[in-house]
Each structure stands twice: as structure tokens, then as C-alpha cells.
């Protein structure tokens, strides 16, 4: 599933290539996905300009000056951008072509992505209103978690998934922050003390960055690939390593529920 770095860097690949540039056209070969796209949605845009690419969260903004486009990659999801004559593939669901000739191209096999539209603030829509704090930003820090989670009586893991507390932590990212930092998975966000908080957002902080700048790296092109650009693969110290040593002390990795959500940790080095 694209986390935060794989739509980060998204947007900083495809928002060159769209910026400035007018819509000549809009095709649509599959509405259906996790909401329909708007089926006036072609009407709507044709002949508007892209001013800002922008993400909050995991939604991509694209600001057309009358409003927003809204994407999200969903599950399985990814945008290329392509020359026009580029033929599309089996799960091209969506194409925006633009007036430098070429075409921002969705591609989702399992189609819980979305393209919506808004002309409110895009701010306010529903699905963001909601959102916490972007991670990378300083008004994400250690203080601010403490403050926040004093009556969490849910596990701190689960908490760091919580959209409304932090955007963007994904699970792989919740697992292997919370080895870094010492802290067992299953400890109540309101018993974790202000030191231990700080700790634990400097290396949220950190993880996120260095995935970035690996995917900055690995995605070297986003024109006329005609692959699916994948998602970053990396070296984790817990993340899908149950049963297997722990890296730093060489315990076995244990595996459990959270939430519906598969959490990996170590017993000895998490408490
Ligand atoms: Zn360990």
C-alpha cells in the first residue's frame, strides 16, 4: 500500500510536469472506484489550468483555480505521467491530458483509490477537515503528542495510526518507529511520558525522511514508465520479521493483532 513517502514523492515527481498546464482532456474508463468518479468531471475540467500539486496526508490536491482534484492512491494505486500516444493498460482508470502533450494516468488494479472534485476550500472537505498534524512539520512534536494523549486509553500503536492525531504513520512506519524508540506497541498512549514522546517523534521524523529520500532516489523518472513504479523497499528491523532475531539484541521478533493491524516487535528491546 503507498504510505506517506510514496505519495510525497509522488507529488514532487508528477507536480513539474503539471503546473501551468492547461486540461485539454479528461477520459475516464472505469468509474468505480472507492467512490465514483464524478461523471461531470470532463465538463468540469477541460480548459482550466493546474496552478499548486499539493499533499495533505495521503491525498494528492491538484488546485485548478475553479477548485481542487482530490486523488488518492488507495490500496494499489499509482500516477504516471506519459506521452499522449502511450497506450493504456488494463487498470489505466483515469487519464488528465495536458496542453504539453502529455497525460496524468491512474493507474489501481484493486480501484480503492479516488479522483474527486471540490470547489469549497479543500481544506474543509470531509475527508480532510478531520486530518491531524502533517508528521514533517514542527507543530508534530513531542509535546504535542503528550497533550494529546493523555485520556487515549487505546495502545500506542494504534494511536499513531489515528488520522485524527497524526496524519500519514502508516503501519510499517508506526512498527519500526516504535522499535527505534524503545516502546512496546501495546502500552497505553496515555501512560508514555513527555521524554519518551520526543524520543519517539524524532525518529518518526527520521524513518519518514530517509524513506523519502530513497524513494526520491528509486523513482528516478515518472515520464513514459511504463511500469508501475512500485513502492519503497527497505530494510526493516521488525516490520514482517516475526520469528526471526532481532537485530540489535537477537531476540525473536513476536507478531501481534492491534487493531485489526499486524504489529511486529521485539520483547526485550520494547517496553
Ligand atoms: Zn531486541
Known sequence: MPELPEVEVTCRGIKHHLVKQYITNVTVRNPSLRWPIPDNLKRILIGLRISTVT?????????CGKGTLILHLGMSGSLLVQQIKAPPQKHDH?????????????????RFGAVLWTTNDVKCHPLLIHLGPEPLKSTFNGAFL??????????????????????????????????????????????????RYERLVSVIKKTLKIAISAGGSSIRDFVNSDNNP???????????????????????IRQIKLGQRSSFYCPSCQK
Not at 499533499?55 to 488546485?63: A, E, N, T, V
Not at 483515469?94 to 484493486?110: A, K, Y
Not at 495502545?155 to 499513531?160: A, D, P, R, V
Open 94 to 110: 483515469f487519464d488528465l491530458t495536458l496542453d504539453n502533450n502529455m497525460i496524468l494516468r491512474l493507474r489501481d488494479p484493486r
Open 146 to 195: 503528550y497533550k494529546n494523549t493523555r485520556s487515549r486509553n487505546a495502545s500506542i500503536k494504534e494511536t499513531l495510526m489515528n488520522n485524527r492525531v497524526v496524519v500519514g504513520v502508516g503501519n510499517i512506519y508506526a512498527n519500526e518507529a516504535l522499535f527505534q524508540a524503545g516502546i512496546n506497541p501495546r502500552v497505553a498512549a496515555c501512560k508514555i511520558g513527555l521524554n
Open 230 to 252: 512500485g513502492y519503497f523497499q527497505q530494510q526493516y528491523w521488525v516490520y514482517k520479521r516475526t520469528g526471526k532475531p532481532c537485530q540489535k539484541c537477537g531476540n525473536i
Open 55 to 63: 499533499r495533505r496526508g495521503k491525498y494528492l490536491l491538484i488546485d
